[in-house]
């Protein structure tokens, strides 16, 4: 599949230009560093302006980290979205959600896909930390509880993941930056926000059709970036004491 960029209407790329402006305006003082300094690092390929065009952005993103973005249809099978990883490309919608629907939608379109997910590319050690979580995701691609863990961790991370900075909680999940209601409600005095605990975050079920009720804040990105040996180690765990237990049946 492939963008096909001259089918973008004039009301597509005003939707593009109020939702990029309004959400870098509501995330200056929100996001985590890092998200901030790699989207200035695509100044020119991927904002206000105009709908980005993959081709430039894929030229920028493949020079710096050897990523791609990976034109796909909507939601795809989890075991086809590790695979993408695995290869270092990351799947995008190129739908944009419409005027009526700028705070919120369930299914994630291409500005979810390309404005919350796409920045952090540009950061090596997380560009890298992606490529080592769709290998892990194919390794137990025929794993079933392992597969739920695993996106229990991309759900709660990824998608929903806060960081402490020293100018306080900050966002770094793409399902937050990317929503001008989500972006605000984290930082209510009444959220949820439990510290980053790896054994409580795979075992958590989760929704796709609200907002999150309850996130889990890493202590810095480090903690975020480094968990995935510790998540072999449990999914190995977890797989020694499952066939121990069938074994004594």
Same mark, same amino acid.
């Given at each position: 599949?492939?963008?096909?960029?001259?089918?973008?209407?004039?009301?597509?790329?005003?939707?593009?230009?109020? $939702?990029?402006?309004?959400?870098?305006?509501?995330?200056?003082?929100?996001?985590?560093?890092?998200?901030?300094?790699? #989207?200035?690092?695509?100044?020119?390929? /991927?904002?206000?302006? !105009?709908?980005?065009?993959?081709?430039?952005?894929?030229?920028?993103?493949?020079?710096?980290?050897?990523?791609?973005?990976?034109?796909?249809?909507?939601?795809?099978?989890?075991?086809?979205?590790?695979?993408?990883? !695995?290869?270092?490309?990351?799947?995008?919608?190129?739908?944009?959600?419409?005027?009526?629907?700028?705070? @919120? #939608?369930?299914?994630?379109?291409?500005?979810?896909?390309?404005?919350?997910?796409?920045? $952090?590319?540009?950061?090596?050690?997380?560009?890298?930390?992606?490529?080592?979580?769709?290998?892990?995701?194919?390794?137990?691609?025929?794993?079933?509880?392992?597969? !739920? !863990?695993?996106?229990? $961790?991309?759900?709660?991370?990824?998608?929903?993941? /806060?960081?402490?900075?020293?100018?306080?909680?900050?966002?770094?999940?793409?399902?937050?930056?990317?929503? @001008?209601?989500?972006?605000?409600?984290?930082?209510?005095?009444?959220?949820?926000?439990?510290?980053?605990?790896?054994?409580?975050?795979?075992?958590?079920?989760?929704?796709?059709?609200?907002?999150?009720?309850? @996130?889990?804040?890493?202590?810095?990105?480090?903690?975020? #970036?480094?968990? #995935?040996? $510790?998540?072999?180690?449990?999914?190995?765990?977890?797989?020694?004491?499952?066939?121990?237990?069938?074994?004594?049946?």
């Amino acid at each position: 599949m492939q963008q096909h960029y001259d089918q973008y209407t004039p009301a597509d790329q005003a939707v593009w230009k109020t $939702l990029f402006d309004r959400q870098v305006d509501n995330l200056r003082h929100k996001a985590c560093t890092d998200f901030l300094a790699c #989207l200035q690092k695509l100044d020119g390929v /991927l904002d206000g302006r !105009a709908i980005p065009n993959f081709d430039d952005l894929n030229d920028r993103l493949h020079a710096h980290v050897g990523w791609q973005v990976e034109v796909v249809p909507g939601h795809i099978p989890v075991n086809d979205f590790f695979s993408l990883l !695995a290869r270092r490309r990351f799947p995008s919608s190129t739908w944009l959600r419409s005027m009526e629907q700028l705070d @919120y #939608l369930e299914e994630p379109d291409m500005f979810h896909d390309i404005f919350g997910h796409i920045p $952090l590319f540009m950061d090596g050690s997380y560009a890298e930390f992606m490529y080592a979580f769709g290998k892990l995701g194919v390794q137990w691609k025929d794993n079933p509880a392992a597969i !739920a !863990a695993l996106r229990s $961790l991309y759900w709660f991370t990824i998608e929903f993941g /806060l960081v402490v900075e020293e100018r306080g909680r900050r966002i770094y999940g793409a399902g937050i930056l990317s929503s @001008y209601g989500e972006s605000k409600q984290v930082f209510d005095m009444t959220t949820v926000v439990h510290p980053f605990d790896l054994g409580r975050i795979l075992g958590t079920e989760f929704r796709t059709d609200i907002m999150q009720n309850a @996130y889990f804040e890493a202590e810095s990105m480090q903690q975020f #970036l480094g968990c #995935l040996p $510790l998540v072999q180690d449990q999914l190995r765990e977890t797989q020694r004491r499952s066939r121990g237990s069938q074994s004594g049946r």
